[in-house]
C-alpha cells in the first residue's frame, strides 16, 4: 500500500536520516536546488516580473511539500471575505484530479459545484462545499486562472491555495504557513527533504502562520514566539481540533470510544491518527497522498472506518454505510492576518 514516495516522506521528517537512498535524494538536491536559486535570482532582480490582475491577491502557501494545512486557512480567509461583501476566487492547482489542468477548469460558482472529487482533485472540491458565494477554479497557471476569474466573472479578490512558490502571478500578500511539529523537517532541499526552497524565500513572506494540529497548543504558541523573534515577521497561531465523527451519507454522529479502522491518503497521516483520542483505533491504513480511492481498498475492512473529510469527498460515491469523516474545528484572527 505505501510506495517509494512514502518512504521519501518519512526521510524528509527524520531528523538526521541515513542511507544509500537519502544519499542518492540529498546528490539530486544539489540540482534541484540550483535550479529553485536561478528561479528566485531572475525574480528577486526583475529579469522576469511577475504579471498582475485586477485584484487583491493573496497566496497562502508554504515552504515545505504537502500536509502543512493550508485548505483549512484558505476557507477561514474566504468565508471572512465573502462575509464582508468582497467577490471572491479561489484557485488551486487541481493536483490529483483527473481534469486537464493546463486548462482553466471553474469547478464551483459559489452556488453550483461543476465537478465532483475524483475530476475537481479532494481539495479544490472540498474547498468548493464548504465556501458557498465563492468561486473556486484550477488550473496549474495560476496567473491564466486568476485573469479569467475576475475578467469573466467580477472577481476583486484571489486567494492562492499553495501558491508561494508561484511566481509569475503578481501577489498583494503572501502567508506562509509551517507545521509546529514538523516545522522544516530534515531541513534538506527536495528530493532529500521537503523544503521546495531555500532560505533566500524567507524575505518574501509577509505573515507567518504556525499551524497547531494538537488537542494542546503550548508547543505551537511556544513556536510562534521563536520564529517572530527570528524572522522579524508577523506571526499567527492556526489551531486546528478535532470536533465530531459523522457518517459521510447521513450525518450521524458516531460515539466516542467505537472500534474505528482509521483510514486516510494525506500528507501527514499521522497528525490525523492522533486526533482520534476518543475512538478505540484497531488499525491504521494509510495510502499516499491524494489517492484515487477504488472499492478494493477496503473491501475488507469489517466495522465502522473514519477518514478525514479531504478523504471523505472521495468516498462519497461508494455504496458504503460504515465511513465516517472527522470534522475539525479551525480557529485564526482573520482579520489580524489580512492586516
Not at 9 to 31: A, D, M, Q, V
Amino acid at each position: 500500500m505505501l510506495n517509494l514516495k512514502t518512504e521519501i516522506t518519512k526521510i524528509h521528517y527524520t531528523r538526521n536520516p541515513e542511507g544509500i537512498l537519502f544519499e542518492i535524494l540529498k546528490f539530486c538536491s544539489i540540482f534541484y536546488g540550483f535550479g529553485s536559486r536561478f528561479k528566485n535570482f531572475l525574480y528577486d532582480k526583475r529579469i522576469l516580473k511577475p504579471k498582475k490582475v485586477n485584484a487583491f491577491v493573496i497566496s497562502v502557501g508554504n515552504m515545505t511539500t504537502g500536509g502543512v494545512g493550508k485548505t483549512p486557512v484558505v476557507t477561514e480567509i474566504a468565508r471572512y471575505l465573502v462575509q464582508n461583501g468582497r467577490r471572491v476566487a479561489i484557485v488551486s492547482r487541481g493536483y490529483g484530479g483527473r481534469l486537464n489542468n493546463k486548462h482553466v477548469n471553474m469547478i464551483s460558482d459559489g452556488i453550483s459545484i461543476f465537478f465532483d472529487a475524483v475530476d475537481a482533485g479532494d481539495e479544490p472540491f472540498w474547498l468548493a462545499e464548504n465556501n458557498p458565494g465563492c468561486y473556486v477554479f484550477t488550473c496549474r497557471n495560476k496567473y491564466l486562472a486568476s485573469k479569467a476569474a475576475v475578467e469573466k466573472f467580477g472577481i476583486d479578490t484571489i486567494i492562492l491555495d499553495d501558491g508561494f512558490q508561484h511566481r509569475k502571478l503578481y501577489r498583494d500578500l503572501d502567508v506562509v504557513l509551517m507545521d509546529s511539529v514538523k516545522g522544516f523537517g530534515n531541513e534538506q532541499l527536495l528530493p532529500a527533504g521537503p523544503l521546495r526552497e531555500g532560505a533566500e524565500a524567507l524575505d518574501r513572506i509577509d505573515k507567518l502562520v504556525v499551524v497547531s494540529k494538537s488537542v494542546k497548543h503550548d508547543v505551537a504558541n511556544k513556536v510562534a514566539k521563536i520564529m517572530h523573534k527570528r524572522l522579524k515577521l508577523p506571526t499567527l497561531v492556526c489551531y486546528n481540533e478535532p470536533d465530531y465523527v459523522y457518517n459521510i451519507k447521513n450525518g450521524q454522529r458516531l460515539m466516542d470510544g467505537m472500534d474505528v479502522t482509521a483510514m486516510c491518503a494525506i500528507g501527514q497521516p499521522q497528525q490525523f491518527y492522533d486526533f482520534l483520542t476518543n475512538f478505540n483505533v484497531i488499525k491504521t491504513v494509510t495510502f499516499d497522498d491524494h489517492h484515487q480511492y477504488v472499492p478494493s481498498d477496503f473491501i475488507d475492512i469489517a466495522g465502522n472506518i473514519v477518514t478525514t473529510e479531504k478523504d471523505a469527498v472521495k468516498l462519497e460515491r461508494f455504496d458504503r454505510s460504515n465511513i465516517y469523516a472527522l470534522r475539525l474545528r479551525t480557529h485564526i484572527d482573520v482579520e489580524e492576518l489580512l492586516k
